[in-house]
C-alpha cells in the first residue's frame, strides 16, 4: 500500500511556471506507474500525465503536451510535475495517483490518490 502527499500549488499568472510535488510513503514505490489528474470547476476528473514504473516512460494528455514534464525520483519516492506556459484553463486540483506494476492513463484503474492541491492561473 503507498500513501500520496502532494504539494506545491498555489496561484499563478498566465505564462508562469509551476512544480507540484507528490512524496509517497511505503514499500516499493520503483513498481508503481504514477499520474497526474486534475479536476477543474464543474468538471470531471481528467487525466494529465503519467510515468511508468519500468522504464520511465512518460505520457501526456494533448492540452499539457510541450508544456508540462512529469519525472520521478524513486530514492526520494517523489514524482514531480512541471508546469511552464500555463493558462487560465490550467486552474483545476491537481491529484497524484499510483498503480502497481501497470501502466494507464485511466483514472478508473488507478488504486490510490493523494488529497490533492489546488492551482490557480490568472489571466
Known amino acids: 500500500q503507498v500513501q500520496l502527499v502532494e504539494s506545491g500549488g498555489g496561484l499563478v499568472q498566465a505564462g508562469d511556471s509551476l512544480r507540484l510535488s507528490c512524496a509517497a510513503s511505503?514499500?516499493?514505490?520503483?513498481?508503481?506507474?504514477m499520474g497526474w489528474f486534475r479536476q477543474g470547476p464543474a468538471k470531471e476528473r481528467e487525466f494529465v500525465a503519467a510515468?511508468?514504473?519500468?522504464?520511465?516512460?512518460?505520457y501526456y494528455a494533448d492540452s499539457v503536451k510541450g508544456r508540462f514534464t512529469i519525472s520521478r525520483d524513486n530514492a526520494k519516492k517523489t514524482v514531480y510535475l512541471q508546469m511552464n506556459s500555463m493558462k487560465p484553463e490550467d486552474t483545476a486540483v491537481y491529484y497524484c495517483?499510483?498503480?502497481?506494476?501497470?501502466?494507464?492513463?485511466?483514472?478508473?484503474?488507478?488504486?490510490?490518490w493523494g488529497q490533492g492541491t489546488q492551482v490557480t492561473v490568472s489571466s
Open positions: 495517483a499510483a498503480v502497481r506494476y501497470s501502466v494507464t492513463i485511466s483514472r478508473d484503474e488507478y488504486d490510490y
Open positions: 511505503g514499500s516499493s514505490f520503483s513498481t508503481y506507474t
Open positions: 510515468i511508468r514504473w519500468s522504464g520511465g516512460r512518460t
